[in-house]
């Protein structure tokens, strides 16, 4: 391709760069319908062969072996790569399309839990960071498509980061909750099926004959034995 916009005639050559890198400037009402055209296209034949070309894709011998048209699917998966890739590039351009294709999903998979899950998040993600990019991109007066992968990726740094901190926690509160239940096994509370006991201004609960009494702490929870329960009664 390249070396054919060499060849074409001066001014023509120009519009390389576009290709390039994207420029949204550069799209005519034309390419508009055609740009409608392949997107109905392609979530038509996802939304009919989706199940399929999922199993194409995670597994080409189970596809086989349950007697799917492997060839075929594959085929028809790499045609709407490149009717993706078609449809996108003179917005991102074909250095970057490889970037908006693959970071709207990492992003989707750190917040997802299904395979579905991950691809209607995807689109979402796409078209979020695709519009907000186009529209930093022209009040800042920079090249849509790299602020529109630059969004990108900043939003999956940011979800990387949250995913990494929210773990972080639950692993925090996994150790002290281990630490409360190797001093005490049970964990009294409403609801925990002991009875519970007033006493004072805490509530203390009958657990085979014992009083015990749970109390928060900066360290976590710890638990005071307070007499035996038949002598309370």
């Known amino acids: 391709g390249v070396v054919l916009l060499s060849l074409a005639p ?6 390389l760069d576009a290709y390039l890198f994207g420029a949204i400037t550069t799209t005519a009402p034309a ?21 399929r070309l999922y199993a194409v894709s995670d597994d080409e011998e189970y596809a086989r072996a349950v007697g799917l048209p492997v060839l075929a699917l594959n085929v ?19 250095l970057l399309i490889s ?7 990492a992003v989707a998979q750190q917040l997802s839990r299904s395979f579905r899950q991950t691809v209607v998040l995807a689109c979402g993600i796409g078209l979020l960071v695709s519009v907000g990019g186009t529209t930093a991109s022209y009040y800042a007066g920079t ?3 790299g602020t529109i992968v630059l969004l990108a990726i900043g939003l999956f740094l940011l979800v990387i980061s949250g995913v990494a901190l929210r773990e972080r926690t639950a692993r925090r509160r996994h ?6 239940h190797a001093a005490h096994p049970h964990e009294h509370g409403e609801g925990c099926g002991h009875p ?7 509530v203390d609960y009958d657990h085979d004959g014992h009083l015990h009494a749970a109390h928060r702490t900066g360290s976590g929870v710890h638990y005071d034995e307070h007499g035996d329960a038949a002598a309370r009664s």
Do not use: C, K, W, Y
Not at 99 to 105: D, F, H, T, Y
């Open 196 to 202: 519970p006991v007033p006493h004072g201004d805490h």
């Open 31 to 51: 390419d508009v319908a055609v740009f409608a055209v392949i997107t109905v296209v392609v979530l038509g034949v996802v939304a009919l062969l989706g199940q």
């Open 76 to 94: 028809v998966l790499a045609a709407l790569v490149a009717a993706t890739v078609v449809l996108s590039m003179r917005v991102v351009g074909l």
């Open 10 to 15: 001066e001014g023509r050559a120009t519009n």
């Open 143 to 145: 090249p849509s498509g």
């Open 175 to 180: 150790r002290r909750r281990a630490r409360v």
């Open 99 to 105: 970037a908006l294709m693959i970071v709207p999903s």
